[in-house]
């Protein structure tokens, strides 16, 4: 290989390098709510003297129209920057631009630049994230920045109840394509381990028996004996499927125990967590810490939808003039350079590049956010023009990922930990995702609705003669929800309402 050849395998490396780093840092940002996207400008601010605030002109306000078929333009053109007429040549405009318009789509308005002096009831008082909490943890725990990162990414990964629902070959697909983190599914389940010895035991299970198995395991203290834990590790490794269904009586004979052994162990098991990341939310329930919501969605009587950012205390961006000054000065005079003057040049340049690259992540993180919640308003439009549960559709991440363009990855991103502010109230994003049933006859009905249905036709039910699941099943189908006894059992069992028998 030639000296040419050898430069030019550098130079592609150096890109490459800087390519994958500048992924990481926006899928940094994109994953931050806004009052965290806030704290994280500040600290990069105090770490970078080229990167500053700009003082904005108080009548400026950043407005862009979509028109039905998702086309920029309208009265936003008066208030738009020139950096933002050239920004419309970007990818992520040109996939926002391609959302397609279906016979149930409301054109989606974005609107001006929201401060958190022009919408002051937009922080309502809230349960701390546990993605918070659980980083909060980590940042305690002694990991290499490899590991951490992996940690964190995990984190994020998680489903409301603390469940790590996504395959680790997933994961590792995930890392290795997008953020140049190259390992096994071993390594990272060494990471997950780690990861589910944090609190609330129980978080990062795959599933629910390995959830209880963590808890059980936990619970070895000098308050319960041996004994004790032994037997419910027996119950939950050997007898999940009679435990689950409450086969008390079974459980006690195979496993050959007095009535009072029997009750001991009961009341142990029951008092094993199935959502151990719902229980985080519920501990600080009544805890100081706020929201503020990263979207404002605003429904006019007419129907027209309008969404915007909330930009709160988050400032405008620029790279120093003077730093941009002075490193054109070295760039000009470089012959003439002391040793100590190229390596100001070399530090002036660093700066100035990382303070570019982190606007330039900041303004992929505001458009990423907003093609994800136009989408999520296309898809859930008739909910946003009548605020009824009932009429949310089915959907899920890869809903909102064909339509965007964006990876599954990215759209879970934007959607973890961020709330939007509505005419019907303020809402966590997942709230609006749900499966589908769909019938024999090919119809698709939200499992939300169905639940909604099941539950209110047991809480009616005559509790004298509670209703079997077949009577459920039938029930359900006379109000247009014609599932299986199968699947309303399973509905129920993830409403947490018990059989028939143990409903009296």
Known sequence: MNQGQIQEQKQTQKLQQSISQQQLLQSQLIQLPISQLAESIETEMHDNPALESVIEDPDYAEVSDFSEDGDAGGSGDDYESQREREERSDAL?????????DDEDLPVYQGGRSSADEHEEMVYGDVLSFY?????????????????????????????????RVPLETIADELAIYHNIDLDTGQIE??????????PPGI????????????????KTTRMPDRLTELMLTVVNNYFDEFTKKHWQKIQQVLDLSPLQADALFTELRRLNPKPGASMGESVGRSLQQITPDFIVDTQDDGTITLSLNHGDVPQLQ?????????NDYQNNKEGLS?????????TRQKVEAAQNYINAIETRRRTLTLTMKAIIQ????????????????????????????DLSTVSRVTNSKYVQTRWGTFPLKFFFSDGYVTDTGEELSTRQIKAALREIIESEDSQKPMSDDALSAALAARGFPIARRTVAKYREQLGIPIARLRR
């Open 93 to 101: 405009d040109a996939a926002l631009e391609s959302i397609g318009r």
């Open 132 to 164: 918070d909490q659980l980083l909060e943890q980590v940042g305690e725990m002694e990991l290499s920045d490899r590991d951490r990162y992996v940690m964190e990414y995990l984190i994020r990964s998680l489903d409301d109840d603390g469940f790590l």
């Open 190 to 199: 060494a990471v997950l381990k780690k990861l589910q010895q944090l609190d």
């Open 204 to 219: 990062g299970a795959r599933t629910l028996q390995e959830c209880l198995l963590l808890q059980i395991k936990r619970r």
């Open 319 to 327: 790279v120093s003039q003077s730093f941009v000054d002075l490193l």
């Open 339 to 347: 040793r100590q003057m190229k390596e100001a040049l070399l530090y």
């Open 379 to 406: 898809l859930q439009h008739r909910f946003f023009e009548e605020g009824d549960e009932s009429l949310l559709r089915p959907m899920i991440l890869k809903d909102v990922a064909e339509r965007t363009g964006l």
